[in-house]
């Protein structure tokens, strides 16, 4: 396709006013020397916004397109618009052209969301969050479309502005598996399992490439394993030897001039670590670190243990939702540790376990692991293999070693917490942190919006299959939940 006739009529002249405004945009861009953080960040917000309503209009601009229109411009198909002299590439073009059909352009596989689309026309939802949503709609059976297509697509628009991609992500994916319960399983082909494998190269030098592709447990055990092996060494003081000759050094002398040492090594270096040690270890599977071995951890309620339709799939840490048919091989040969939770969502307590020790125990971690689902600072995303259990009340003040008195944080936040930056606490057997000035000026306290997300999923299903219209969200109320497969990290 080599046509660049400018456009006219309105559209052309929206079109030139706009490039013009941006070019002032891009110009003044250049000169933010005087303007703070703050005004910087609310700056590049608003570019953002315009970002948006420009890719807006590429969709509802790719929509137009006929078999006719395209062959008269010369383009092979509408992936062809993009890919020419506008030098996008074949996957970006593909994808803007799925999301497209999503504006309106009738493609009985792609069913328009004329709510999600208005969302995304005036910015407040980014092209990444809008294609999430098409493609939870295209995915799903041509019936549940037909029953609830509507009152879904008027659903994310309530939902969707306002979370972070992982939360929209998260909240697509339990959509899906909730509005189509026989899908829980339906990514599980047993003839996928042709398709493992595993080979190295050994060079001239020695070094040896390895590469491979496992199934979805075994790569979970080799992700456990190798987090648990790669964790970062501890930084250390290390005192500096003295150079006299004589030997004293240290020892026979004052203390020395000390130097940190730190764990420099990237995490692909510990993690190419890690596979020798584990190689190693082979011979000795009694060899544990930290007291216990690497494990799998699954978290999963008791209705997908039965396997009950509509009880969505259960999530390991190492690799994400679970198909049924792998979720029966880890019940079979896993250690199950019950946690019963007072509720779903981010309003869960766990019974206390009430141990009285320093350090909090392997199954209070599962229990604060199943409260919490990982840090509890929001937006912290740290893998369960880097968290580690804190005391509110401190041990030393007293505090005791219980599930009511503890929370997850990553080492960062840990540290973080140590030195007053962010405050925690546990309300009602809920998590709380209260952020520094930095994050919110009034520092208010905030939950973690982990299970918050999981919780409005759950709901809006629920509201679509009785085709309740969408409204706010509910707290549902209480009910046992989870039961997990334990991994551990360090106190």
């Avoid at 409260?371 to 740290?382: I, Q």
């Avoid at 930095?438 to 999923?457: F, G, K, M």
């Amino acid at each position: 396709m080599t046509s660049t006739t400018p456009s006219s009529g309105r559209l052309g002249a929206a079109l030139a006013d706009a490039q013009v405004a941006l070019r002032e945009v891009v110009e003044a861009c250049g000169w933010v020397g005087a303007l703070s953080p703050a005004d910087r960040s609310g700056a590049l917000q608003e570019a953002v916004v315009l970002g948006r309503m420009v890719d807006a209009a590429v969709l509802q601009l790719m929509a137009t397109f006929s078999r006719s229109d395209l062959d008269e411009v010369g383009a092979a198909n509408p992936v062809g618009l993009l890919t020419g002299s506008a030098g996008y590439g074949p996957a970006a073009a593909k994808r803007l052209e799925l999301v497209s059909r999503a504006t309106g352009a009738g493609d009985p596989q792609q069913p328009p969301m004329p709510e999600v689309a208005a969302l995304h026309a005036a910015g407040r939802i980014s092209t990444d969050v809008f294609d999430l949503a098409a493609r939870l709609l295209r995915s799903l059976p041509r019936a549940v479309r037909r029953e609830c297509g509507d009152e879904l697509d008027r659903a994310l628009a309530q939902d969707l502005p306002g979370r972070t991609y992982a939360e929209a992500v998260q909240l697509c994916r339990e959509l899906r598996d909730l509005l189509d319960p026989k899908r829980a399983d339906g990514s599980f082909d047993p003839d996928a399992l042709e398709k493992r494998g595993l080979d190295y190269t050994v060079h001239d030098d020695g070094w040896v490439s390895v590469r491979g592709n496992l199934d979805p447990l075994n790569g979970a055990q080799f992700i456990a394993a190798t987090d648990h092996f790669s964790r970062p060494a501890p930084t250390v003081e290390a005192e500096v030897v003295d150079d006299d000759d004589t030997g004293s050094g240290p020892w026979g002398a004052e203390p020395q001039v000390a130097t940190t040492v730190r764990d420099e090594r990237t995490a692909s270096q510990r993690r190419a670590d890690a596979l020798g040690l584990i190689a190693l270890a082979a011979s000795d599977p009694a060899s544990t670190r930290g007291g216990e071995p690497p494990r799998i951890i699954v978290t999963a309620t008791p209705e997908q243990i039965r396997e009950l339709e509509g009880a969505g799939r259960a999530e390991c840490e190492q690799t994400g939702p679970l198909p049924i048919a792998v979720l029966r091989t880890v019940v079979a040969r896993g250690v199950l540790q019950a946690v019963v939770l007072s509720a779903e969502g981010a309003g869960a307590t766990v019974l206390a376990l009430g141990r009285s020790v320093r350090c909090f125990t392997p199954p209070q971690r599962r229990a604060l692991y199943a409260r919490d689902g990982g840090c509890v600072v929001p937006g912290c995303d740290a893998k369960l293999a880097w968290l580690e259990a804190h005391h509110v009340v401190e041990w030393q003040a007293g505090g005791p070693t219980d599930v009511d008195n503890g929370v997850l944080l990553c080492p960062r936040h840990h540290l973080q917490v140590g030195m007053g930056v962010w405050e925690v606490r546990v309300v009602d057997g809920v998590s709380q942190v209260r952020p520094p000035a930095t994050v919110d000026a009034l520092r208010r306290w905030l939950v973690n919006p982990r299970r918050a997300v999981r919780e409005t999923a759950r709901e809006r299903a629920q509201q679509l299959r009785l085709d309740d219209p969408p409204g706010p969200s509910a707290w549902s109320p209480p009910r046992p939940a989870a039961s997990v497969v334990p991994s551990e990290a360090p106190c």
